[in-house]
């Protein structure tokens, strides 16, 4: 079955919140590179955390079918990022989204929506 980016995108956020992950952000990013069309940005409040809502959205995605192009930087657990093409899933521990500020640097003022932690 052929997923779009939306429906990949809303997988994404759904394996982000049954991982705990907080500070959600979907950055809709298609008319400003043509790189992916979203970005799904999360935390977690430990290198662990991290590696496990990384590996649950790999997870959660491959039983759907959906491989991952690349997986970058689990091991460590300080960002990690799983790419699905057109969506980028980018998991950071608390210190490393600060200082990287993707939802800044990806943002035109009105194509970041925040989901509400359940």
């Known amino acids: 079955m052929e997923f779009t980016a939306e429906q990949i995108k809303d ?9 705990k992950a ?32 990384a590996n649950n959205i ?3 995605l491959s039983k759907q079918g959906i491989e991952p192009l690349r997986r970058e930087g689990i091991a460590e657990g300080r960002w990690a990022v799983v790419d699905y093409g057109e969506v980028f899933a980018h998991v950071f521990n608390e210190e490393s ?21 359940e």
């Open 97 to 117: 989204r600060k200082i990287y500020c993707l939802d800044q640097l990806w943002s035109d003022g009105c194509n970041v929506t925040f989901v509400a932690e």
């Open 22 to 53: 907080k500070d959600i952000a979907v950055i809709k990013v298609n008319h400003l590179t043509a790189i992916a069309d979203y970005l799904v940005v999360a935390s977690g409040k430990s290198t662990t955390q991290v590696k496990a809502i």
């Open 11 to 19: 997988m994404v956020v759904e394996a982000c919140l049954d991982s």
């Open 58 to 60: 790999d997870d959660f």
